[in-house]
């Protein structure tokens, strides 16, 4: 009678946590990818809806004569300001649908009438930290940056 030996094959620890590094390296550098995607998905929302913005206060202007205050700000496109010609208003208005409309951040869009640099007005949404200035993700997006955007 023979006896056979078997042997069993198994990870050693050392073979186990290479795998495990080996992981935690393709998990983090996927996060980092996934993240900077996500930055990148939100500025280009801002600069779609800055430019949705834009053709609604286009369309104010024709109907209305002029832009709306900076206290009036965006929500004259979906809402008659008080004091306004409301019959005429009605005739183009609302502007634009959508009645609440931050930035991606959740940050409100900022509005001046007038504008800067001889522009009738500005339109600005201040990045991910929600500061004027920064760089990268935290950049501003101006309504004159977005694609297509033309001083009135």
Request: with cysteine; charged share 25%.
């Amino acid at each position: 009678m023979l006896r056979t030996i078997r042997h069993r094959h198994a990870l050693t620890l050392i073979e186990l946590l290479v795998v495990m590094m080996i992981l935690v390296i393709l998990a983090g550098s996927i996060t980092l990818y996934v993240v900077n995607k996500a930055d990148q998905a939100r500025a280009a929302r801002a600069k779609a809806d800055l430019a949705t913005v834009e053709q609604a206060l286009s369309a104010y202007h024709i109907t209305m004569g002029e832009y709306p205050t900076s206290e009036e700000g965006l929500m004259a496109l979906w809402q008659c300001p008080s004091g306004e010609d409301e019959e005429r208003w009605h005739k183009g208005g609302p502007f634009i649908t959508k009645k609440n409309y931050n930035d991606p951040w959740g940050n409100e869009y900022i509005y001046h009438a007038p504008g800067s640099d001889d522009h009738d007005y500005d339109v600005l949404c201040l990045g991910s930290d929600g500061r004027e200035g920064g760089e990268g993700k935290n950049a501003d997006i101006s309504i004159w940056d977005v694609e297509g955007g033309k001083a009135p």
